[in-house]
């Protein structure tokens, strides 16, 4: 099985591991578009609960059941996700999934199947949070 010969000097996975990790990472579209989706629909409802209420009760919103900011960032974080997944799925189509994006080297079956979105090899991985330590 040739993919269009591009990185792929060593076939990495066969069409059968490369369905299941296109079926793990529809289910982890499907999960993270359904949760985005509810959170929206949550903040839009508090938000045109908030408009024309006096400043003092907004104001004590913080300690309120839903906090807004944190559900927005929670939103906000797993629609980052969701891209991540998003560009799995069109790496996989591409015939590039599993390769890792900085050293080009194949990223470990077990990286993937914990983590079918990820990106990089577990020592790339490393070497980037250690630069962005602010992240998360
Ligand atoms: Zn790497």
Known sequence: MLYGGYLWEA?????RELAKFEKLLLA???RLGGH?????????YES??????????YADAGTDSFDLETSLNIASGE??????VTDALKRLREGRFGTCEG???PIPKKRLEAFPSARYC??????LEKNRTAFR
């Open 103 to 105: 050293c080009e080297q």
């Open 36 to 44: 985005i989706r509810s959170i929206e629909e949550a903040s839009r």
């Open 48 to 57: 045109g609960r908030d408009k024309g209420g006096d400043l003092s009760s």
């Open 122 to 127: 577990i020592a790339c991985q490393e070497e």
């Open 11 to 15: 076939p990495l996975m066969n069409k």
């Open 28 to 30: 982890e579209h499907e």
């Open 79 to 84: 629609s980052h996700w969701l891209n991540e």
